[in-house]
């Protein structure tokens, strides 16, 4: 089953360049036109990130965005501001709740990325709040300390099996022929 996006989008045009921008992912794709609305279909359930513009009629995306962290059955929903304010739109987003801000127009790549990662951090999320059945993969684990390691892949054993790597280099091999679902550096 496909993940869902909410897009909050008041203007017709952006709707379809942002959901252009969004159908290489493979998400499905719900759209609505202001905040009482993305809030709305976000309580409801099913919706596993909500992409808010800011400047819409009735309620804002601000106000969404902070309605949507003050309910418990979205408060760590990842949420996603994309809008052309310029100010202090992002600083603004990101006291609302957000968890990450682009301004429009915006690049597809860069936004399809970011979605991704967000997308990507949700399920975790929802994997240690219970929510969800862990995602299952590799770990691997980088550090020059054999404790270390063995420390970080007892710790990520509910993501499924692990592997131990004494270098950089030696991961950096490792990552193109097999790459891990999770890869954990200790940078010390």
Do not use: Y
């Not at 304010?85 to 709740?97: T, Y």
């Not at 929510?131 to 054993?157: D, E, F, K, N």
């Amino acid at each position: 089953m496909p993940q869902r996006v909410l897009m909050a989008e008041d203007i017709a045009i952006n709707r379809r360049i942002q959901q252009a921008q969004l159908e290489p992912l493979g998400v499905e794709i719900q759209s609505v036109i202001n905040g009482s609305q993305a809030v709305e279909s976000c309580t409801t359930g099913g919706i596993d990130l909500a992409l808010l513009d800011l400047v819409m009629p009735g309620m804002d995306g601000f106000s969404a965005c902070q309605a949507l962290r003050e309910d418990a059955r979205t408060a760590r929903m990842p949420i996603m501001v994309l809008t052309a304010l310029a100010g202090d739109a992002k600083a603004r987003s990101l006291a609302a709740g957000a968890d990450d801000f682009m301004r429009k127009p915006a690049n597809s790549l860069l936004l399809q990325h970011r979605i991704t990662n967000l997308l990507e951090v949700g399920v975790f999320e929802r994997a240690w709040t219970g929510s969800l059945t862990a995602p299952q993969g590799r770990v691997l684990a980088v550090s020059g300390a054999p404790h270390v390691r063995s420390l970080l892949v007892a710790q990520m054993r509910d993501l499924g099996s692990g592997r131990e790597c004494p270098s950089l280099e030696e991961a950096w091999a490792l990552l193109g022929q097999d790459p891990p679902s999770v890869l954990a550096v200790d940078w010390a």
